[in-house]
């Protein structure tokens, strides 16, 4: 069965940091790529961060130069490191994970909030 769980959700100030982190069973973790998206109240989901199998990366311009994707392909984990949040950072984030003929897969998301 395949599982994404997330963690590392929570309040913090604007300017603050968090990590967020994925734990995978469940699949190939080594051959599909990964990423985070987020949804803002009334706001469609968006993609924050992708993360090739092979390691490359892509970022929103909104998260550029403030996020860092990575991932443990020893532990299964994906990861999400956020410096300098901002208000408008304030979403549930998602892991997922798109893997070669078997599809996607979600998680169930965390919640982030960033205060002014």
């Known amino acids: 069965q395949v599982q994404l769980v997330e963690s590392g959700g929570g309040s913090v100030q604007a300017g603050g940091s968090l990590k967020l982190s994925c734990a995978a069973s469940g699949y190939h973790f080594n051959g599909c790529g990964m990423a985070w998206y987020r949804q803002a109240p009334g706001k469609e989901r968006e993609v924050v961060s992708t993360i090739s199998s092979t390691g490359i990366t892509s970022y929103a311009d909104s998260v550029k130069g403030r996020f860092t994707i990575s991932r443990d392909n020893a532990e299964r984990t994906l990861y999400l490191q956020m410096n300098s949040l901002k208000t408008e950072d304030t979403a549930v984030y998602y892991c997922?994970?798109?893997?070669?003929?078997?599809?996607?897969?979600w998680g169930q998301g965390t919640q982030v909030t960033v205060s002014s």
């Open positions: 997922s994970a798109s893997c070669p003929i078997t599809g996607n897969y």
